[in-house]
């Protein structure tokens, strides 16, 4: 047998194939009915066990199923103790009789005889072989001697194999580690290296379950951790696998429902510090973890780092009935604890030094990705706070701009008005005056004719009269601005007052060859208003329409009743043919001393002041006025159109005399 172990050392590539092929061989030399190896280290704590039957192929396991369980927990403690004090192998004919004080569990009846020896590499043990067999049996010198030999060839595979998987396992936790630096480095979600980390340790750790919980204080967070234990809320953030509802206690266990176990996870499951002593005692370790390999041994232990006083004041979602292993890894920044990094498995198990080793890296990196994503989620509240602040900044310069570029044009405008303004009066005011000047000159001729002093008298008259009708206009203007005039309504037939215009504006009309047409109702047009600023009104707009009006043209005046609610009104239109108000132009119409492009080069005479006048005087009647221009399809003139509209009562006079009848 020994040529035969020496030989699968030479010719295997690795220290785990060759440990599967010895434990073959030795099964099969000594006809066992079950043959292990398990790998101890340092702190003579079992981490790997390779497991061989007669049916089945050797295989390794690190936690091992029922009944290994229960072989791992029971005959190794044991049958080490029983080989540590002999430097021979021990030979068990009956365990049960062998041990008769160990209490031997269920899962271990079927196993009677039992041969084991230690195995030992440059002076240290490494290992212990175990060959069983369900019936008792007598084991000869010759079985311990062969035992004895293959223990060194099982030695060196052990120690190979530890140390390829040392090698093995740091590769693994580098890569691992270095993507999950990468990760946080590129910026990835919380949640998204949350998963990472705990998908990750799962299967490096070949653990049962990882799970990210974090803290949030009702006050400020403690930096350093004494004795005290703050009022915080910890959330589960974050859990691999996610559906676990096995590992949740039984329905059974309590009256009321669990949490997590209708949707079998405990994601986003809440729970107090104050409720679960092993958090308390994390809180406080430092930067340490809690350590429990096995529950029902911490409640027992000596040990203060890693004994519990109860299981009772314990969060359910650690349940350490239905998983006892726990590695429960704080995450903190400079002395303020985050959170925690959560381990559990199904079984109990020997958690190594390089495993809390790596934890520990791993929890380095999910607070810095913590504290990371919280101070990016402070840089972006501030820069979306002075982003807001910005924005609001800038529609206030704008809505500024908009004023400060309305008030603008509006002093353009007021300007323009000014300059029309000067120009308007300057030529109104100068013109008469010239002209009463030169026939002031020529009156004080002596040899002036009497006809020729009747005409300058003329002049003189007329503009002075010009000059008095300007003032009039302007203080009329000033009065109805000041609301100083009354208005003293009377009962007036509309539609004769139209036809005395008419007649009289008939004559002034034929130095233009313009026509006025007058379209009216065969009845008349009672209405209750002050005839005298009605009578204004009417003038100005016939004025106006003559002054523009093209030559030959006609001008149409006609007027109507329309009896509508909420009030009855009068409507009036006159329209004439002629130069174009641009629509620039008729917002500014009924402007004072508003007057058309160009018309001051025609020499067109007036102020200014009519329209202004007509508009007053019609608001001054409770009604309004209006003006549209339109292009006409057959020539390149447009026809201008004045609306007025007045209700048939002013004020608080009575309908009751007035006609009701439409027109």
């Known amino acids: 047998m020994r040529q035969k172990l020496a030989q699968i050392l030479l010719t295997s590539d690795t220290g785990q194939s060759a440990l599967l092929e010895l434990i073959k061989v030795i099964g099969e030399t000594f006809s066992a009915d079950y043959c292990a190896i398990a790998l101890e280290t340092f702190n003579q704590a079992i981490n790997q066990t390779v497991y061989w039957t007669p049916h089945g192929q050797a295989s390794f396991y690190r936690h091992p199923p029922v009944p290994f369980a229960a072989l791992q927990k029971q005959l190794f403690q044991e049958v080490s103790q029983e080989v540590s004090n002999y430097p021979q192998p021990v030979a068990f004919t009956d365990i049960q009789t062998g041990l008769p004080d160990r209490q031997i569990p269920p899962e271990l009846q079927k196993i009677k005889a039992v041969l084991a020896q230690k195995t030992h590499f440059q002076g240290r043990t490494n290992g212990v072989i175990m060959v069983m067999r369900s019936q008792p049996h007598q084991w000869t010198q010759e079985d311990m001697q062969q035992l004895d030999t293959a223990s060194a060839q099982v030695a060196i595979a052990i120690s190979q194999t530890q140390l390829e998987r040392q090698v093995q396992q740091q590769v693994r936790y580098q890569a691992f580690i270095d993507q999950l630096t990468k990760a946080i480095r590129n910026a990835w979600d919380l949640h998204e290296i949350f998963q990472l980390a705990t998908a990750g340790l799962v299967t490096a750790l070949q653990v049962s379950r990882a799970t990210v919980l974090l803290l949030k204080y009702s006050d400020r967070p403690l930096k350093n951790r004494t004795s005290q234990i703050p009022k915080a809320k910890i959330t589960v953030v974050c859990e691999s696998p996610r559906a676990c509802d096995r590992l949740n206690p039984p329905a059974t266990h309590t009256s009321e429902p669990t949490i997590g176990l209708a949707t079998g996870t405990w994601l986003n499951t809440s729970f107090t ?16 973890p809690v350590v429990i390999p096995n529950f029902a041994d911490a409640l027992s232990s000596p040990t203060p ?10 969060a359910p979602l650690l349940n350490p009935e239905a998983m006892p292993a726990l ?8 002395g303020t604890v985050l959170g925690y990094l959560a381990l559990q498995h199904l079984q109990s198990c020997p958690w190594q030094p390089e495993d809390i080793a790596f934890v520990k890296l791993v929890a380095a990196q999910l607070s810095t990705a913590i504290i990371q994503a919280r101070t990016l989620r402070q840089v972006q509240a501030l820069v979306e706070e002075r982003t807001t602040q910005l924005q609001r900044s800038l529609e ?9 570029r309305q008030q603008v044009k509006q002093l353009r405008r007021l300007h323009q008005i000014r300059e029309e303004f000067l120009s308007t009066v300057s030529h109104e005011l100068r013109t008469p005056l010239t002209s009463m000047t030169l026939a002031i000159r020529m009156l004080r001729q002596a040899d002036l004719s009497p006809e020729r002093q009747a ?11 010009q000059e008095t009708n300007l003032i009039n206009d302007l203080l009329a ?7 100083s005039t009354p208005v003293q309504p009377q009962r007036t037939d509309f539609r004769d007052l139209i036809q005395d215009l008419a007649q009289s504006f008939r004559a002034n009309l034929t130095s233009k060859n313009l026509t006025l047409v007058v379209n009216l109702p065969s009845q008349p047009l009672p209405v209750h208003t002050d ?11 016939l004025t106006n329409a003559e002054k523009y009006a093209d030559y030959g043209s006609s001008i149409h005046l006609s007027a109507y009743r329309e009896l509508s609610y909420p009030e009855n009104q009068l409507i009036l239109k006159l329209s004439n043919v002629g130069a174009a108000i641009s629509p620039e132009e008729l917002p500014f119409i009924f402007d004072k001393f508003r007057r058309g492009q160009g018309v001051t080069q025609k020499a067109v005479q007036g102020t200014g002041l009519g ?15 209006a003006v549209s221009s339109r292009p006409l399809e057959q020539n390149q003139s447009w026809e201008t159109c004045f609306t007025l509209t007045l209700p048939l009562v002013h004020g608080n006079s009575t309908y009751s005399d007035l006609d009701r009848t439409p027109s």
């Open 305 to 314: 780092a890693n004994s519990i006083s109860t299981a009772t004041n314990i």
């Open 531 to 541: 005839p005298a600023s009605l009578n204004r009104i009417l003038v100005e707009l």
């Open 327 to 334: 590695v429960l890894m704080p995450l903190e920044n400079q």
């Open 396 to 404: 206030v310069q704008a809505k500024l701009y908009e004023k400060t």
């Open 477 to 483: 203007l000033q009065k109805l601005e000041s609301n």
């Open 273 to 288: 510090l104050s409720d679960c002593q092993l958090c308390q005692q994390a809180f406080t370790n430092g930067t340490e």
């Open 455 to 465: 005409k300058y008298l003329d002049i003189l008259e007329q503009q002075c009269a």
């Open 611 to 625: 329209l202004a006048l007509a508009k007053g005087l019609a608001e001054h009647l409770n009604g309004t006025i």
